[in-house]
Every structure is written in structure tokens, then in C-alpha cells.
């Protein structure tokens, strides 16, 4: 897809420690500059199509990428989005570089606009109202990398710290009361998520009593002594010998004026340390086999946990959670096809260390799946929980011309809110499981793909656009239920008052279906034979079904049906097959469930 390859263009000159801590994204599809304008070509030259508030989100058009251009003097370039029916263009300067989340005054967001010069602006928004603006000229640190929230540290005096991270491994902390943001000049007891340098921890750790140290990689060696558990041994090699009979693997560790041998189960080598920022002395430790928590030299606690050396260590604060919790996560990468890349988070409550929850994804080839974590200091967060995000997608490989939806490929995606009980994740009633449970009544033999809340009829309360395919799908050798797309309406009791489908808009061979929903207008996107592995029996298609609300009659009314087939040529592209946006659909009221 498209969107992967500027995701890549954008990646290349960025250190892969940036990449690795979680800074904020400096590249984002929200407007800083209140009525910016959108223009209908990639110069000043261009006529104005219309206006974009500030925090208002907009839609990337994926192919074109930036368009270069000087505007005053100063270089730039245009971004293409979508804009209605067709295509519009917005200027750079007049989009966020950031958009950050306050740990403490949720929900507040902040969004940043920088420059090279070393201009600076937030504007904080408040329930998604502007409240204030604060300006800074900063000694022209150099290009921005990212930014994040500290949340409170020990010692900013209950003060939350924001953190703007530029090349070279430099940043710049502000501090945030609720009222005003201002430069701090505070100091962190550590700085590993702002430049990758972490905290020294010399030698590995005994984690079990009475363990043998011994002259050679054998259990028929010399033991020279037996060692208490939490003892320290500074390391030679890791992993130096493998036991085919014991099947498992020998240190080399420093004894006395000697070098000799433990067993890698028993002894936790030390990969990465950090010093807490939010409690004074206290620090975390990274090893082979766990993850420990330190008061100074004193171990408080060790949570069992596989690491690699080049797995990274991040504070993560409370998440939202509160006072009194704090989140450490290792941040692990799939180094092939199969693999699982994400974070493992562990929660530390002051008094005990407890595993609790992966966000990943894996991928092999053209296909991924994933369980992505959802924290209440996130968009779309809820307080006190978390949101499980569980999702599969196929990579595509059509070539359409125009706007493309970036999350088009998804082929299911299903949420769950979830709570911290008893040492695991338990699912909570929600609008997500209420849905579940709905459809599930209705339609027992299909399973629910993915779906979207919105407000089709401006009642303030959810509805839900979803498509629903057959449980058993890729069973060939049987007669299968056709795939059901359809939307539901929702009441003050987070429940649905009808349900409203058609079984005849999916047709065989559908790879993708997706939802837009911009203004008073919902698109219905179906896509065939796309995806990576899909084969070439057949061209690629597309069909396009966009509806509007009649709030008199309570339903959607179809306004117009497009559709799209790519054809081989020396340039592959895509060419309209027909577009019935005419008077067809002006003179003919046609329901949702009578569209075909």
C-alpha cells in the first residue's frame, strides 16, 4: 500500500532509537493554523475550496506524496487530502508537528507547531474546545524527532513534564500545572527515552539459592562454591557453552582471580537499566530471564520475563491510571516474517511487580495481525482501563487513483474494553461487547468483521455501521452464507433500537470492506481480488456505496454508487467502469436495504 511506502520515506533519517522509545509522531493529519486553506492545486496560484478549523482531522490522499514548494521566502511543501468528492491542497506550515495528550489534566491535548528557526507554539484544547495558546523562540535546537509526556516526576514538585526530543539527542523539558506551560530546567534521573543512553549496571544476578559455580561448562565440573540467590558476578561471556545433555546453555562469569560457569537459567544477565523519574531512587532492571526493581542497591521485587539484549526499557508513567502506578514496558522487534514486534508491560503498584499485558503485532509477508493495547492516556481511552484492539489485515496490492481511507486494508478489527483483575486482563460490559452481543443474536451463522461508531442521526447517542461475513468463510466445500453489511441505531442506554442489513452489496471474491464517514455522509467501500495473495484469476475491483441520513425517515438513502477495475499496462492505474452519481439517484429514493 501506499501508506507504507511513505511511512518508510519519512523513517530514513531517523535513528532507530527514536523509533524504538515511543515519541510522538511529528507527521499528522490534524490542522494547527484555524482556517487554514485547502486550495484545488499545490500552489498559491490555486483556488480556495474551502476552510479547516484548528484540531480538525483530515484525510491523507496517499499517492503524490508532498509537493514542494517556497512560500515567502521559506521552503515547504503542499499535502494532498481529501476534500469532499475529490482532492484538495493544504500547506504544511499550517498542520500540527505534534499532538500530545496531558497525563494530568486529561483530557486535555495539547498540539505543537515548530520550526527550524526555533519557533515554537502549543495550543491547548479543551474537550476539544481552544483554550490558550504559549509561544517559546528556542535556540534553533535543530529538526524535531518526537515528543512525550513524563507525567509528574519526583521532582517537579506535582508538575506535569512534556518533553520535545530533536536531532542529536537533544531536547527540551516544559512543565505544565493545568494553567500554564513553561520551560523547566529540572533534572532527570534518567533521559533513556529522550536519547537511548541508559543507566550503568555492572555484572549479572544470581536468581536462585544454592546454585554451583563451577570450573567448566558441565555438571561433572569443579564446583568452586555455591552461591545465595541475589548474589552479583561480573560477566566474561554469555551464553559461551551449549550443554547437549542438559540442553541448555553456560555463562562464563568472573570468580575470584578465575573465570568459571553457571548455568543460564540460573543467573539473569543485565541488558538495560533505567532510574525512575517518577520515584526517587528507585530503578529498573532488565535481564535475560526477568525484570527487577531496585531501591538503590536493594532488590524489592523480580517479575519473571524473557529479554534480549536489544530489547528496549521504557517508563511509561502511569498511563492514565493515577497516582500510584507506574508502567514499564520492554519494547522487543521481530527481526523476521512471523515474528511478534511490540511492548510488554508490567505494572509496578510501589510494592509489587506484576506482568501485565502485550501490545504486538506480527507479520509475515503481505499479512498482520495484531493486539494492540489501548491505555486511558490515549485517544479513545477510557479511564481506569484498557481497550484490547484485536485485528487482521492484508497487504494490498491494487492501484487505484484517488484518496485512499489508510486503514482500508483491515479484513477484521474488534474491541474490547478491558480491566486489571486478579493478575490478568478480564473483559467489562461496553458498547463493544453489547454489539457483539447483538449481532450475534441476529445473525448467528456470521461472524462480526469489523464495524464503526458514529452518529449517522446527530441524536448524541452511538450507531454503528458493521459487516458480518459467514463463520466458516474458507470452508470451500460448502454451501456458504452470503456477507452482511448493514447499520444499527443506538439509544440512552448504550443499546440499539433496530437493525438494519442487506445481504446483497458483498459479493464473492471480496477481499477488504471498509467505513468513512465524513460530514453527513457514510462511504461503504468493497474491495475484490486486492490483496497480496488473492492470485490473478481476476482483475482487481472496487465498488464505492455512499449514503446520507434522512432524519425523517429515519434510514440511510443511497446516493450514489461508483465502481473501479485495474487493467495491465505499461503504467498499471485504475479506470472508472461507471460513476451513477446522476439524476438516477436525485429522482429516486432508494433505502440502504434496497441498494444493491
Given at each position: 500500500m501506499k501508506?507504507?511506502v511513505?511511512?518508510?520515506?519519512?523513517?530514513?533519517s531517523?535513528?532507530?532509537w527514536?523509533?524504538a522509545?515511543?515519541?510522538g509522531?511529528?507527521y499528522t493529519?490534524v490542522?494547527f493554523?484555524?482556517?487554514?486553506k485547502?486550495?484545488?492545486e499545490p500552489s498559491m496560484?490555486?483556488s480556495?475550496?474551502?476552510?479547516?478549523?484548528?484540531?480538525?482531522?483530515?484525510?491523507?490522499c496517499?499517492?503524490g506524496?508532498?509537493?514542494?514548494?517556497?512560500?515567502?521566502?521559506?521552503?515547504g511543501?503542499?499535502?494532498q487530502i481529501?476534500?469532499?468528492?475529490?482532492?484538495g491542497?493544504?500547506?504544511n506550515?499550517l498542520?500540527?508537528?505534534?499532538?500530545?495528550?496531558?497525563?494530568?489534566?486529561?483530557?486535555?491535548t495539547f498540539?505543537l507547531?515548530y520550526n527550524?528557526?526555533?519557533?515554537?507554539?502549543?495550543?491547548?484544547?479543551?474537550?476539544?474546545?481552544?483554550s490558550?495558546?504559549?509561544f517559546?523562540?528556542l535556540?534553533a535546537?535543530?529538526q524535531?524527532?518526537?515528543?512525550v509526556s513524563l507525567?509528574?516526576?519526583?521532582n517537579s514538585?506535582?508538575?506535569e513534564?512534556?518533553?520535545?526530543v530533536?536531532d542529536k539527542?537533544?531536547y527540551k523539558?516544559f512543565e505544565?500545572d493545568?494553567?500554564?506551560?513553561?520551560?523547566?530546567?529540572?533534572?532527570?534521573s534518567?533521559?533513556?527515552q529522550?536519547n537511548?543512553?541508559?543507566?550503568p549496571f555492572?555484572?549479572?544476578?544470581?536468581?536462585?539459592?544454592?546454585?554451583?559455580?563451577?570450573?567448566g561448562?558441565s555438571d561433572?565440573?569443579?564446583?568452586?562454591?555455591?552461591?545465595?540467590?541475589y548474589?552479583?558476578?561480573p560477566?566474561?561471556?554469555v551464553y559461551?557453552?551449549?550443554?547437549?545433555d542438559?540442553r541448555r546453555?553456560?555463562h562464563?562469569?568472573?570468580w575470584?582471580d578465575?573465570?568459571?560457569?553457571?548455568?543460564?537459567?540460573?543467573?539473569?544477565?543485565a541488558?538495560?537499566?533505567i532510574n525512575s523519574?517518577?520515584?526517587?531512587?528507585?530503578?529498573?532492571?532488565?535481564?535475560?530471564n526477568?525484570?527487577?526493581?531496585?531501591?538503590?542497591?536493594k532488590i524489592?521485587?523480580?517479575?519473571?520475563g524473557?529479554?534480549?539484549s536489544d530489547?528496549?526499557?521504557?517508563?511509561?508513567?502511569?498511563?492514565?491510571f493515577g497516582?500510584?502506578v507506574?508502567?514499564?514496558?520492554?519494547?522487543?522487534?521481530?527481526?523476521?516474517?512471523?515474528q511478534?514486534?511490540?511492548d510488554a508491560?508490567?505494572?509496578?503498584?510501589?510494592?509489587?511487580?506484576?506482568?501485565f499485558?502485550?501490545d504486538y503485532?506480527?507479520?509475515?509477508?503481505?499479512y498482520?495481525?495484531?493486539?494492540?493495547l489501548?491505555?486511558?492516556?490515549?485517544k479513545?481511552g477510557v479511564?481506569?482501563?484498557?481497550i484490547?484492539?484485536?485485528?487482521?489485515?492484508?497487504?494490498?496490492?491494487?492501484?487505484?487513483i484517488?484518496c485512499q481511507?489508510?486503514?482500508?486494508d483491515m479484513?477484521?478489527?474488534n474491541?474490547?474494553v478491558m480491566?486489571y483483575?486478579?493478575?490478568t486482563l478480564v473483559?467489562?460490559p461496553?458498547k463493544?461487547?453489547?454489539l457483539?452481543?447483538?449481532l450475534?443474536?441476529?445473525?448467528p451463522?456470521?461472524?462480526?468483521m469489523h464495524y464503526?461508531?458514529?452518529?449517522?442521526?446527530?441524536?448524541?447517542y452511538?450507531?454503528?455501521?458493521?459487516?458480518m461475513?459467514d463463520?466458516?468463510?474458507?470452508?470451500?466445500?460448502?454451501?456458504?452464507e452470503r456477507a452482511?453489511?448493514g447499520y444499527t441505531?443506538?439509544?440512552?442506554?448504550?443499546?440499539?433500537?433496530?437493525?438494519t442489513?442487506?445481504?446483497r452489496?458483498?459479493?464473492d471474491?471480496?477481499?477488504?470492506?471498509?467505513?468513512?464517514?465524513y460530514?453527513?455522509?457514510?462511504?461503504?467501500t468493497?474491495?475484490y481480488?486486492?490483496?497480496?495473495y488473492s492470485?490473478?484469476a481476476?482483475?482487481?475491483?472496487k465498488t464505492e456505496?455512499?449514503y446520507?441520513?434522512d432524519?425523517?425517515?429515519?434510514?440511510?438513502?443511497?446516493k450514489?454508487r461508483?465502481q473501479?477495475?485495474n487493467?495491465?499496462?505499461?503504467?498499471?492505474?485504475?479506470?472508472?467502469l461507471?460513476?451513477y452519481?446522476?439524476?438516477?439517484?436525485?429522482?429516486?429514493?432508494?433505502?440502504f436495504?434496497?441498494s444493491?
Open positions: 501508506i507504507q511513505v511511512f518508510t520515506l519519512c523513517l530514513l531517523i535513528p532507530s527514536v523509533l522509545q515511543h515519541l509522531d511529528t493529519n490542522v493554523e484555524d482556517g487554514a485547502v486550495r484545488s496560484n490555486g480556495v475550496l474551502g476552510n479547516l478549523s484548528h484540531n480538525q482531522h483530515f484525510r491523507f496517499w499517492q506524496l508532498n509537493h514542494p514548494d517556497t512560500i515567502g521566502g521559506k521552503p511543501y503542499w499535502r481529501k476534500w469532499g468528492d475529490s482532492m491542497f493544504v500547506w506550515g498542520i500540527a508537528n505534534g499532538v500530545l495528550a496531558s497525563k494530568t489534566t486529561q483530557p486535555d498540539l507547531r527550524s528557526s526555533g519557533y515554537l507554539e502549543f495550543k491547548l484544547f479543551r474537550d476539544g474546545q481552544f490558550s495558546s504559549f517559546f523562540n535556540e535546537p535543530g524535531l524527532w518526537g515528543h507525567g509528574k516526576t519526583w514538585q506535582g508538575k513534564i512534556i518533553a520535545l530533536f539527542g537533544e523539558l505544565w493545568g494553567r500554564r506551560l513553561q520551560l523547566s530546567n529540572i533534572q532527570l534518567d533521559e533513556s529522550l537511548g543512553r541508559y543507566a555492572d555484572g549479572a544476578i544470581i536468581n536462585t539459592s544454592g546454585v554451583n559455580i563451577r570450573s561448562p561433572t565440573s569443579t564446583v568452586y562454591g555455591t552461591l545465595p540467590k548474589s552479583r558476578l560477566i566474561v561471556s559461551h557453552t551449549y550443554d547437549r542438559l546453555h553456560w562464563c562469569v568472573k575470584k578465575t573465570v568459571a560457569f553457571i548455568l543460564a537459567d540460573y543467573l539473569d544477565v541488558y538495560k537499566c523519574n517518577q520515584l526517587e531512587g528507585q530503578r529498573f532492571l532488565a535481564t535475560s526477568a525484570l527487577y526493581v531496585f531501591e538503590g542497591d524489592i521485587d523480580r517479575e519473571p524473557w529479554f534480549d530489547d528496549k526499557l521504557i517508563d511509561f508513567g502511569n498511563r492514565g497516582e500510584g507506574q508502567f514499564i514496558a520492554k519494547c522487543y522487534s521481530a527481526n523476521s516474517c512471523g511478534a514486534g511490540g508491560y508490567y505494572l509496578w503498584d510501589g510494592k509489587e511487580l506484576k506482568y499485558g502485550d503485532s506480527v507479520g509475515d509477508g503481505g498482520s495481525d495484531g493486539h494492540d489501548i491505555f486511558p492516556d490515549e479513545d479511564a481506569k482501563h484498557v484490547l484492539h484485536k485485528w487482521d489485515s492484508e497487504g494490498s496490492n491494487e492501484q487505484v484517488g481511507d489508510p486503514h482500508s479484513l477484521s478489527s474491541f474490547y480491566k483483575e486478579e493478575d473483559e467489562v461496553s463493544h461487547s453489547k457483539r452481543e447483538t450475534s443474536t441476529e445473525f451463522g456470521h461472524s462480526l464503526m461508531f458514529c452518529d449517522l442521526n446527530d441524536d448524541g452511538d450507531d454503528v455501521l458493521f459487516f461475513a463463520r466458516k468463510y474458507y470452508e470451500h466445500d460448502r454451501e456458504r452482511v453489511l441505531l443506538g439509544n440512552s442506554t448504550m443499546g440499539f433500537e433496530s437493525i442489513f442487506s445481504d452489496l458483498v459479493q471474491g471480496y477481499n477488504l470492506v471498509s467505513f468513512s464517514n460530514g453527513n455522509e457514510v462511504t461503504i468493497i474491495r481480488h486486492v490483496c497480496m492470485g490473478n481476476q482483475e482487481a475491483a456505496l455512499v446520507t441520513y432524519k425523517n425517515a429515519q434510514k440511510l438513502v443511497w450514489s461508483s473501479a477495475e487493467v495491465e499496462s505499461e503504467n498499471e492505474r485504475s479506470i472508472v461507471g460513476n452519481q446522476n439524476q438516477y439517484f436525485k429522482t429516486n429514493t432508494i433505502y436495504e434496497d444493491w
